[in-house]
T-cell receptor, first 111, second 115 residues
């Protein structure tokens, strides 16, 4: 059974801090790892990673995948209150179109 | 506007009643999914459908049913057999085009409360 574990469960920081969110996985026939941001309702897509060592970057957010050690990190630099959300990690395998989600990390950024 | 819509936004149900949650997409996506999210938890897959008139059980299908008569629509029925239905329900869809199959796009969700 595919498994995704995120840490920490929750995190409180102040504006301007840098945070690192972790996602480890056990997946048969891994295909990709995805990060989503969920504020109040629908998760919105951030990144999809398929290759080790290649950083994906969007503004202050970046993410990298390590397929040997089976984990990914999501970095947010110079955090803002608008970054407050639950960050979800999910993995896809080659068996089909399904995603297996981790439990999420709840980030709160205080002014 | 293209996207995924879910209705209603909030739904209250008495114990013993069946309710149906609506999910519609105009993205021309082949695959559609239903997830359940409990407070402080990630998403768990209930049912998914990769093409019209076909659907498969996910990890927690007991007490739920679906249909896929049209490409655009994937309604979820929460039956009285579902023992703990109070949760946030999310619908998602994605394309089966090569290179784009993994990214799922989500609707705004329906919050179901059983009274």
């Amino acid at each position: 059974e595919d498994k995704v574990v995120q840490s920490p469960l929750s995190l409180v920081v102040h504006e301007g801090d840098t945070v690192t969110l972790n996602c480890s996985y056990e997946v048969t026939n891994f295909r990709s790892l995805l990060w989503y941001k969920q504020e109040k309702k629908a998760p919105t897509f951030l990144f999809m990673l398929t290759s080790s060592g290649i950083e994906k970057k969007s503004g202050r957010l970046s993410s990298i995948l390590d397929k040997k050690e089976l984990f990914s990190i999501l970095n947010i630099t110079a955090t803002q209150t608008g970054d407050s959300a639950v960050y979800l990690c999910a993995v896809a395998n080659n068996a089909g179109n399904m995603l297996t989600f981790g439990g999420g990390t709840r980030l709160m950024v205080k002014p | 506007d293209g996207g995924i819509t879910q209705s209603p936004k909030y739904l209250f149900r008495k114990e013993g009643q069946n309710v149906t949650l609506s999910c519609e997409q105009n993205l021309n996506h082949d695959a559609m999914y239903w997830y359940r999210q409990d407070p402080g938890q990630g998403l768990r897959l209930i049912y998914y459908s990769q093409i019209v008139n076909d659907f498969q059980k996910g990890d927690i299908a007991e007490g739920y049913s679906v249909s896929r008569e049209k490409k655009e629509s994937f309604p979820l029925t929460v039956t009285s057999a579902q023992k703990n239905p109070t949760a946030f329900y999310l619908c998602a869809s994605n394309s089966r085009l090569t290179g784009a199959t993994d990214t799922q796009y989500f609707g705004p969700g329906t919050r179901l409360t059983v009274l």
